[in-house]
């Protein structure tokens, strides 16, 4: 075997290792989903058991599952839906047309991801309560798509300025309007920047508790809110519970991952891979 051929199957060795290393916890939590109770607490763990489905047929009969999981689902692409559509209007008009301040103006808007939670829960709570918006879809909808907005700028304005300016001029010199330059031109050209921004604040959305947890309620309770009271049954940590709900709660973005990862990768470069077209 040559030098380079053991080089090479060292480095593919060491990458499955690492792979395996940070997959352990998932798995764990996948094969717990199909034990009883007992081979959960067995010590030494069991890699050998017979499988049930007990515990999938007890989550389905839970009452409010189904809500939940529609909940998640709705709240998190339709937010989302919204902030990358805002976002992108919003990054074309930085990226073409950098009114005065713009760089100010980017900075203030991702300071907004900055703050900590549970910092600006209090306030928002309040408000809600005050105009009536505590436990509604809608506005539940739009505070995530709020949180969700600084961050797909910033990803749509690295893509759009990797988009030559003679695209716009092009359009708009043959009679295209606005709309169709935006929509038409140059939209298709920074797809993948949109698919990023997307994936990154699904998941951000899919994964928010504490939000949901104070100024949402019964009609608009998520997954996180079901696994954070449904942690503790029968004097101690219900296990069957909490594997059989995570196994289901991360098929969603798990499939986005494999579907579009390699957008993901493109995005974390704001797009500055791209040279001007």
């Avoid at 703050?115 to 509604?136: E, H, N, Q, R, S």
């Avoid at 893509?159 to 298709?188: M, Q, Y």
Wanted: hydrophobic share 55%; aromatic share 18%; with cysteine.
């Amino acid at each position: 075997m040559s030098t380079e051929s053991l080089k090479r199957g060292l480095y593919y060795t060491a990458l499955w290792a690492i792979s395996l290393l940070f997959f352990a916890p998932i798995a764990w939590i996948v094969l717990a989903s199909f034990k009883t109770r007992a081979d959960i607490l067995a010590v030494p763990p069991k890699l050998l058991f017979t499988p049930t489905l007990e515990n999938y047929v007890e989550l389905f009969n839970r009452q409010g599952i189904f809500l939940q999981l529609a909940n998640s689902i709705f709240l998190s692409l339709g937010a989302v839906i919204i902030a990358v559509l805002v976002s992108f209007l919003a990054a074309f008009c930085f990226s073409r047309f950098r009114p005065k301040g713009t760089d100010f103006l980017m900075f203030l808007l991702l300071s907004i991801r900055m703050l900590p939670g549970p910092a600006v829960i209090l306030p928002v709570f309040l408000m809600y309560v005050a105009f009536g918006w505590k436990d509604t879809h809608l506005w539940l909808m739009l505070f995530y798509a709020m949180f969700s907005i600084p961050f797909s700028v910033w990803i749509l304005k690295g893509f759009l300025d990797g988009v030559s300016t003679r695209f716009d001029e092009t359009g708009i010199v043959n009679g295209g309007s606005w709309f169709h330059v935006i929509f038409k031109v140059v939209l298709p050209q920074v797809r993948p920047g949109l698919i990023a921004a997307f994936i990154f604040n699904m998941i951000f959305v899919w994964n928010e508790f504490l939000f949901n947890f104070i100024i949402g309620g019964v009609t608009t309770q998520n997954i996180p809110y079901a696994l954070a009271v449904g942690t503790y049954a029968d004097g101690g940590v219900n296990w069957t519970f909490i594997s059989t709900m995570t196994s289901i709660y991360i098929i969603l973005p798990i499939a986005f991952i494999f579907f579009f990862q390699k957008y993901l990768l493109v995005g974390m470069t704001f797009g500055t891979v791209r040279g001007e077209v």
